[in-house]
Structure formats: C-alpha cells, structure tokens
C-alpha cells in the first residue's frame, strides 16, 4: 500500500482480555517495527523484524506481550491478559533497509497508531 | 548501548521566528543515520530531516536544517520562519548499523501567533 495501515484505531477492551493488533507495512519493506508511546512520553522500542532474520524481541516489556510477522508482510502485535498499564498508544513502521546511499533506504514510515484502553 | 536525549521537554516560539531543537547522542559507532521526527496531535509521525553521520554537510530541507557535530555527538533541527503548523511534538532518533533506531523523549513546540 502507499503506507503503513494499522488497525484498529482505537480499542477499548477490559483487564484480562486478549487484544490484537495488525499492521500492514508499506509492500517491499523489510524491516517491521513496534513501538509503544504512553501519554506524553516518548516511544518505547518493543520488537523489530527483518526480512527472515529471528525477530529482535529485546523490548517486549513482558511475556504476555508477542508479535509475529507472517509471509514477511502484515503483522500482528497481541497482548494477552491485558492489565491497566498496557493503555497506549501502538506505533508500527516499516522501512526498506538498503545501501547507504540508497534513496529512500533506512527511513522509518509509521502508521497511524493503535490507541488501547484497557479498563 | 545508543542512547538519545532531548534536553528540552517543552519549547515556543513566535510565529516567522527561528527556533532550534537540541539533541545529543552517545554512541562507539562511526557509521549511523540521525533523524528528525515530527508528531502533530493527529499523532502521525513525521519524517523532517534525516542526516547520514558520513557526511559532513549538514543536511537542509526547505526551512529545517540541521547543525551535526559529529565529535560532539550533538544534532540540533533548526526551524526559521515558523509557521502555526509546525506545532508539534519533535523526536531525535539514531539508527545504528544494525538497523535498530533509537528515540529521545521529544520536545513539544508550540508556534504562538
């Protein structure tokens, strides 16, 4: 697609719940991010995929949180047994990581984001 | 490890005026890309700026410039002739030869009329 869609825009679930998250990268990117972004603050690194490599997951902050990246396109961010502090705003971007000098080459493209509310 | 920060957290600036955006960066590599980002309250980040740490000339696009000072590690975006729509968080970022990027905590800029 032109750009990275994420859906949904907003989700509103209870503690406890499992809550999934897509994002569809721009079509010829290979490298997948998945950033979190509390109210106010900054993005918080989670995990990172790229081309057939093993998923860098140094920043899933606990193991109900996973991701997986099928067919090296769409991928699903899910967080199980939701709990309060997992409210944020999910950011997802893409890039096509390539030769220095290449136009274009390692720029983030983001979506606009998944807001979760959990109550 | 990359660290990034962003001594600002707030920042305002009259409108048509030039304001500058600090950001510093520690890091053992020689080879790294340095960006800018911005988020308006529509919350869609932005690519501004972006600058490759082999080149010296500081990169300029339209009203938004950079000063790179590699030795000292700093970045800082300039903005000249601010407009009402430049209102909006700015992010520094680093991205490292492993293709891992590396986010400051952001500075708002609010552009007063």
């Known amino acids: 697609g032109a750009g990275v869609s994420q859906s949904p825009s907003n989700k509103v679930t209870e503690k406890g719940k499992d809550v999934e998250l897509r994002c569809d990268p721009i079509s010829g990117h290979t490298a997948l991010y998945w950033y979190r972004q509390s109210l106010g603050q900054g993005l918080e690194f989670l995990i990172y995929f790229q081309g057939n490599s093993a998923p860098d997951k140094s920043g899933l902050p606990s193991d109900r949180f996973s991701a997986e990246r099928t067919g090296g396109s769409v991928s699903t961010l899910t967080i199980q047994r939701t709990q309060q502090e997992d409210s944020a705003v999910y950011l997802c971007?893409?890039?096509?990581?390539?030769?220095?000098?290449?136009?274009?080459?390692?720029?983030?493209?983001f979506g606009a984001g998944s807001r979760l509310t959990v109550l | 490890a990359q660290t990034v920060t962003q001594s600002q957290p707030e920042m305002s600036v009259q409108e048509a005026e030039t304001v500058t955006l600090s950001c510093t960066y520690d890091?053992?590599?020689?080879?790294?890309?340095l960006f800018w980002y911005k988020q308006p309250p529509s919350r869609q980040m932005i690519l501004v700026i972006r600058?490759?740490?082999?080149?010296?000339q500081n990169a300029t696009e339209n009203r938004f410039s950079v000063n790179f000072q590699k030795a000292a590690k700093s970045f800082s975006l300039k903005i000249s002739d601010s407009q009402l729509g430049d209102t909006a968080m700015y992010f520094c970022a680093f991205m490292n030869t492993g293709n891992q990027f590396y986010f400051g905590t952001g500075t708002s800029l609010t552009v007063i009329p």
């Open positions: 600058q490759e740490a082999y080149k010296q």
């Open positions: 971007a893409s890039s096509l990581v390539g030769l220095a000098r290449s136009s274009g080459a390692n720029v983030l493209t």
């Open positions: 890091t053992s590599e020689n080879n790294y890309y």
